[in-house]
Nanobody, 119 residues
Framework: QVHLVESGGGAVQPGGSLGLSCAAS???????????MNWYRQAPGREREFVAA????????LYADSVKGRFTISRDNAKNMMYLQMNSLKFEDTGVYYC?????????WGQGTQVTVST
């Protein structure tokens, strides 16, 4: 059972930056590098939405249009870690951010970390 723990959330003013981390553990049959990794977020009263994805080797990334050019996803397979650097934050980036690990169509999720963008 893959265990994921997000950290790094907090409150920030519009235009500011935050860096999120996702620590992965609990690997038995497969290593961290066997999993594609994603970030999702959920704003109050809204459905969870895709933010960014990164391939197993970290050689390709994908972003939602709403965050493209502002957010950067990365991973360190040696440390079993994934990251999301968020710059130029906007009010609409507020929400709970979740990381997920995907392999063979099955996903594991963390508990989420709150990001609040406000003045």
């Amino acid at each position: 059972q893959v265990h994921l723990v997000e950290s790094g959330g907090g409150a920030v003013q519009p235009g500011g930056s935050l860096g999120l981390s996702c620590a992965a553990s609990g690997f038995t049959d497969f290593t961290f590098s066997s999993y594609a990794m994603n970030w999702y977020r959920q704003a109050p009263g809204r459905e969870r939405e895709f933010v960014a994805a990164i391939t197993r080797a970290g050689d390709s990334t994908l972003y939602a249009d709403s965050v493209k050019g502002r957010f950067t996803i990365s991973r360190d397979n040696a440390k079993n870690m994934m990251y999301l650097q968020m710059n130029s934050l906007k009010f609409e980036d507020t929400g709970v951010y979740y990381c997920s690990a995907v392999r063979n169509g099955r996903s594991s999720w963390g508990q989420g970390t709150q990001v609040t963008v406000s003045t």
